[in-house]
């Protein structure tokens, strides 16, 4: 996986004014992926799946509709992670990034080629 800057639950939830067990809910939910990270083996979500939305931080609308897709290619949140966080020569830079520029559209024609 790349760079990215990723986040505990607690972390995550402080980052959006909310609480863990919101957070929870969002992953069992299928809004959010979360990969068990680090020395501890921590669930962690990144950081860039927030967004500043009308009201505040949000998770970016787009993520869920993206992730069941991936979910239904046979992904689990580790291969999701990968796939949305590695570069994508299609899109020239990694889905998520593409995702927070608004290419919803173009990443899930990407996504659909994977089923």
Request: net charge negative; charged share 30%.
């Amino acid at each position: 996986m790349t760079d990215a800057v990723w986040l505990t639950v607690p972390d995550f939830a402080d980052r959006l004014d909310t609480t863990a067990s919101k957070v929870r809910e969002l992953l069992r939910e299928g809004h959010l992926f979360a990969v068990r990270r680090g020395e501890r083996q921590t669930l962690q979500i990144p950081a860039d799946v927030i967004v500043d939305g009308e009201h505040g931080p949000e998770v970016l609308p787009t993520l869920t509709g993206t992730l069941t897709l991936l979910r239904d290619a046979g992904m689990d949140d580790a291969e999701a992670a990968d796939w949305l966080l590695a570069p994508e020569p299609e899109l020239g830079m990694a889905p998520l990034a593409a995702l927070r520029e608004g290419r919803r559209a173009h990443v899930r024609r990407i996504a659909q080629t994977l089923l």
